[in-house]
């Protein structure tokens, strides 16, 4: 049963526009959510993270907002540059354990 | 540059057969912890450990066991090899043992022909 899920396997957006990416939840136990990025052939890299009792967290052209009321996190991107093309993934945790559970990736491209 | 150091960096052998992946976390991380990604598909959790200890569990099979040495590597044992466990097995560490990010290595790719 996947506990976090990202529906669109992939996104295309134009350089200098927003990019969205989405993700969802079902364990409202979850409180404590990152977003990691991934290119070929690396491990995943740490972008950004947000704990439940913020819904919203900035880090320069990074934001991640949390509507905990629809277990929904989403990651903007502005502006998107052709280098943030890449895999990215969102993750989830709940308590006192860093158990991530990470959904299943969405691949942006962003056409120069 | 993460600072997690995963060894070897592609694998390959056999079924049946037993092979051991090395992880060395960031300097001063206490947690451990190894995933799996198979083709396609997202990340799964294996096992975390803190300080030498195990502090969680996932869907990690009996074939496959893990340990964290006083130095603060691990290893990551899977034994009995099907085709099926052909994937990516990541390494990552933490600070601490929760609310912290996880700092991945760049995985071992195992190849089970």
């Known amino acids: 049963d996947q506990q976090v899920k990202q529906n669109s396997p992939s996104l295309s957006v134009q350089e200098g526009r927003i990019s969205i990416l989405n993700c969802d939840y079902t364990?409202?136990?979850?409180?404590?959510f990152l977003w990691y990025k991934k290119y070929p052939a690396e491990g995943p890299t740490f972008l950004i993270s947000?704990?439940?009792?913020?819904d919203k967290n900035e880090d320069g052209r990074f934001t991640v907002f949390l509507n905990k009321s629809a277990k929904h996190l989403s990651l903007h991107i502005v502006p998107s540059q052709p280098g943030d093309s890449a895999v990215y993934f969102c993750a989830a945790s709940e308590g006192n354990f860093n158990k991530f559970y990470f959904g299943s990736g969405t691949k942006l491209n962003v056409k120069p | 540059d993460s600072g997690v150091t995963q060894t070897p960096k592609h694998l390959i052998t056999a079924t049946g057969q037993r092979v051991t992946l090395r992880c060395s976390p960031r300097s001063g991380d206490l947690s451990v912890y190894w995933y799996q990604q198979s083709l396609d598909q997202g990340l799964q959790f294996l096992i975390q450990?803190?300080?030498?200890?195990?502090?969680a569990k996932g869907n990690i099979l009996e074939r496959f066991s893990a340990q964290q040495f006083p130095d603060l590597h691990s290893e990551l044992n899977l034994s009995s090899l099907e085709l099926g466990d052909s994937a990516l097995y990541f390494c990552a560490s933490s600070a601490q043992s929760s609310n912290s990010p996880l700092h991945f290595g760049n995985g071992t790719r195992l190849t089970v022909t």
């Open positions: 947000i704990s439940s009792i913020k």
């Open positions: 450990y803190y300080n030498g200890e195990e502090r």
């Open positions: 364990n409202s136990m979850f409180d404590y």
